[in-house]
């Protein structure tokens, strides 16, 4: 049987879990994950909030 990757919310959470969960997923570290998204987020006329609201919205607790 293969299991498959999900992306799901991280337990190590800053805010919901979402760019925790994004570095789980592609293996990688956390705080990196959250200083690019703060600056995409920055540099882009701020639609990056836009973006974790959705991600927040859509993405699944992790299985317990």
Same mark, same amino acid.
């Given at each position: 049987? /293969? /299991?498959?990757? !999900? $992306?799901?919310?991280?337990?190590? !959470?800053?805010?919901?879990? #979402?760019?925790?969960? =994004?570095?789980? &997923?592609?293996?990688?570290?956390? /705080? %990196?994950?959250? =200083?690019? &998204? #703060? $600056?995409?987020?920055?540099? /882009? $006329? ?6 974790? @609201?959705?991600? %927040? =919205? @859509?993405?699944?607790?992790? !299985? !317990?």
């Amino acid at each position: 049987m /293969t /299991t498959h990757k !999900r $992306l799901t919310k991280s337990g190590n !959470r800053m805010l919901a879990g #979402v760019c925790g969960g =994004i570095a789980e &997923y592609f293996g990688w570290d956390p /705080t %990196w994950v959250r =200083i690019g &998204y #703060v $600056l995409l987020t920055f540099f /882009t $006329l701020f639609s990056g909030g836009f973006v974790y @609201i959705l991600l %927040w =919205i @859509i993405m699944p607790e992790p !299985r !317990r």
